[in-house]
């Protein structure tokens, strides 16, 4: 399993439909803060516009829950040079993946917003105008 995970990345970032499928199992679900548990069918509707707009993942660790799943962070750099961070909890199902579950963060070096920010914001906006 842990061997497996970074070519599921990889193959994402190439935009290499047929090996994501090959990782994809047939009762596999996805969630994220967008998405509860949807199936396979919807996941390729819903994300697959977004790959190969990865130029590179760096999958940074890989921690195997003692069962069937594992929790990976990884970096991805976009071809746009936005760097994005995620935590990612996988689930298998022998060879291939039964669910993925999102966790979305923060860019390195990006800082939160807050709701003081965004009220500051929108008072800045209301007296410019």
């Not at 499928?21 to 919807?42: K, Q």
């Not at 697959?48 to 660790?61: C, E, I, K, T, Y």
Request: proline share 5%; charged share 25%.
């Amino acid at each position: 399993m842990k061997t497996k995970i970074p070519g599921y990345y990889q193959a994402w970032a190439k935009g290499d439909r047929g090996a994501v499928e090959a990782f994809v199992g047939d009762e596999f679900t996805f969630t994220s803060p967008y998405d509860d548990h949807i199936d396979r069918a919807e996941f390729f509707r819903r994300c697959w516009p977004n790959a190969g707009q990865h130029a590179r993942f760096d999958v940074l660790q890989v921690m195997p829950d003692g069962g069937d799943g594992a929790m990976v962070l990884y970096e991805s750099t976009l071809k746009s040079g936005k760097k994005i961070r995620n935590a990612e909890y996988l689930q298998f199902d022998g060879e291939r993946l039964r669910s993925v579950e999102v966790y979305f963060g923060l860019g390195p070096g990006e800082t939160p917003t807050t709701p003081e920010a965004w009220a500051g914001a929108r008072k800045h906006a209301v007296t410019a105008s």
